[in-house]
């Protein structure tokens, strides 16, 4: 095992309100960079670059990550309202219904990146504008993996951004309804070689609840989603997905076609756990022998033998 | 290998019309008899045992079937109009739209079992009123395996014969959408586990592009369906996953864990073929390496090293 790189994340800093069919969460801490570091920080040191207002709990979020390497010199606060989100979800968890947004602080989030995170070898770019996610690379040196996440609303609003942006990115996250969206394309497979032929060397489609695809230039990884037989609050599972995947490749520091898989794998197995309590509550007391004991579930899940026949 | 053991299936032989967005097919081989049949007839020889009406062109199905193991002496011919079905997919694909349904001589039919396939032993109760499902199996002897398929319209109409049905058959096929409804949980952990305190020791639960699940006492094994870059026509994939799935029982006779688990990749295979054209068209023009071929692709598709993290 080699010596674990740090991993950059820019991404929000957020405070969550959730009402799910088990119970109900108000003012817990949510946002992806909030969600990636928590999870990422079981395999590799976390740097997070984010903002929040003059209302966000600082002290809790320190509190939370104090046992975790998750350096928060990148955390700005300014003066205003805190990033807020308040959702639902139904018995099926199909989708979040989201019943206020307020960015607050967030609206005027330009990301300052610390000198001493300036060389992290491993990027990843949270949810946020592109024109951010493209002015954070402009303050990075030679990363030696870096990677975004998008979403609908920036898909529409500044595709021209987002297609830049593709160009300089070595793998991106998104969706299957976000990767539709984007290329025009139904079929999943279509879709991939379309945001290939764009840049990402590696594109990475979340299905929820029905796994994640990984396609690269030679090959398709597919693993599905953990069977939990309680699922408790979906909020932050694919942002704890990256933070897993980005944070094996950190760890290890291998970009082969079998650690990829491995870091779906992981990145899987942190989106698992991410889901069996409400905020990062799960994320912050798992241990290493949970995470192992998960990855080895995956494998018992998918595997099977080939005969001769 | 042992020498594969014939398969009894009883199910629908129909004329479909389908509608895609890539061309239509009018009056073409279908039912969940022919697609399991065609289907399982490249791992072990099918005794097919079904009902045709006066109008169906029989002399199309023995052609089509000509070179096919498969034994048309249950195939019985009364008087009447052969079972039709019309209906139409969109681009997503995500669910037929049935435009028109006519059973004809389906709606009077009642299963005889030909004398010498009574001793079949694996035997695939298709899609048919779960009172019809237990006839057969009064008519057949000591099976090693008995599995079902069943649909929202037994769930519905004929739960009582269906939960009887339940407590003797050894497997279950059906998708989580029927799983969900004949179980009244949402959760397919805890769908399973309902269905399999009622009698079957195996369950199968189809989520169609998104994979299968096997579900047994000891352990669960998912299978993601194989990522097509087109899919042609989606009619007849679960029956044609269920024929590669009793086919390759059938033709290794061994029902341990993994060799259920190898079943289900033959499955996912012959039902991923299935969709490639309309009707049994592709799955009656594949070699058994095209087969194994596509089964190399999915342990390709899954497989993952576990590392010593």
Same mark, same amino acid.
């Given at each position: 095992m080699a010596h674990p790189s740090p991993v950059l994340v820019v991404g929000s800093v957020a405070l969550d309100s959730v009402e799910t069919p088990f119970g109900k969460a108000d003012n817990v801490l949510g946002g992806s960079g909030t969600f990636f570091s928590a999870s990422a920080s079981h395999l590799a040191p976390v740097q997070l670059v984010g903002v929040i207002g003059s209302d966000y709990p600082i002290a809790k979020l320190r509190e939370s990550f104090?046992?975790?390497?998750?350096?928060?010199?990148?955390?700005e606060q300014a003066e205003g309202a805190s990033f807020r989100w308040r959702g639902r979800y139904r018995h099926?968890?199909?989708?979040a219904e989201t019943l206020e947004t307020h960015l607050g602080v967030f609206s005027n989030f330009r990301p300052k990146i610390p000198e001493p995170f300036r060389a992290a070898p491993f990027v990843f770019l949270g949810n946020i504008d592109p024109r951010l996610q493209l002015e954070v690379l402009e303050q +990075?040196?030679?990363?030696?993996l870096v990677a975004c996440d998008t979403m609908n609303f920036w898909i529409e609003s500044r595709r021209p951004d987002l297609l830049r942006l593709l160009e300089h990115v070595d793998l991106i996250t998104l969706n299957d309804a976000e990767a539709r969206q984007l290329t025009?394309?139904?079929?999943l497979v279509r879709a991939a070689r379309w945001i290939m032929a764009r840049g990402p060397k590696h594109v990475v489609i979340k299905k929820g609840e029905h796994g994640a695809f990984m396609f690269t230039p030679t090959s398709i990884f597919f693993a599905p989603a953990y069977p939990l037989?309680? +699922?408790?609050?979906?909020?932050g599972a694919g942002d704890s997905f990256a933070g897993g995947f980005i944070g094996y490749l950190a760890r290890t520091g291998d970009l082969s076609d079998g650690n990829l898989r491995r870091a779906v794998v992981y990145g899987s197995a942190l989106g698992s756990f991410a889901v069996?309590?409400?905020?990062v509550d799960r994320l912050l007391e798992i241990t290493p022998d949970d995470i192992r004991s998960r990855v080895g579930d995956f494998h018992r899940l998918v595997t099977f033998q080939q005969d001769m026949a």
């Amino acid at each position: 095992m080699a010596h674990p790189s740090p991993v950059l994340v820019v991404g929000s800093v957020a405070l969550d309100s959730v009402e799910t069919p088990f119970g109900k969460a108000d003012n817990v801490l949510g946002g992806s960079g909030t969600f990636f570091s928590a999870s990422a920080s079981h395999l590799a040191p976390v740097q997070l670059v984010g903002v929040i207002g003059s209302d966000y709990p600082i002290a809790k979020l320190r509190e939370s990550f104090a046992s975790r390497p998750i350096d928060l010199a990148g955390l700005e606060q300014a003066e205003g309202a805190s990033f807020r989100w308040r959702g639902r979800y139904r018995h099926d968890f199909n989708s979040a219904e989201t019943l206020e947004t307020h960015l607050g602080v967030f609206s005027n989030f330009r990301p300052k990146i610390p000198e001493p995170f300036r060389a992290a070898p491993f990027v990843f770019l949270g949810n946020i504008d592109p024109r951010l996610q493209l002015e954070v690379l402009e303050q +990075v040196s030679k990363p030696k993996l870096v990677a975004c996440d998008t979403m609908n609303f920036w898909i529409e609003s500044r595709r021209p951004d987002l297609l830049r942006l593709l160009e300089h990115v070595d793998l991106i996250t998104l969706n299957d309804a976000e990767a539709r969206q984007l290329t025009e394309e139904f079929n999943l497979v279509r879709a991939a070689r379309w945001i290939m032929a764009r840049g990402p060397k590696h594109v990475v489609i979340k299905k929820g609840e029905h796994g994640a695809f990984m396609f690269t230039p030679t090959s398709i990884f597919f693993a599905p989603a953990y069977p939990l037989e309680s +699922v408790f609050d979906p909020t932050g599972a694919g942002d704890s997905f990256a933070g897993g995947f980005i944070g094996y490749l950190a760890r290890t520091g291998d970009l082969s076609d079998g650690n990829l898989r491995r870091a779906v794998v992981y990145g899987s197995a942190l989106g698992s756990f991410a889901v069996e309590k409400f905020s990062v509550d799960r994320l912050l007391e798992i241990t290493p022998d949970d995470i192992r004991s998960r990855v080895g579930d995956f494998h018992r899940l998918v595997t099977f033998q080939q005969d001769m026949a």
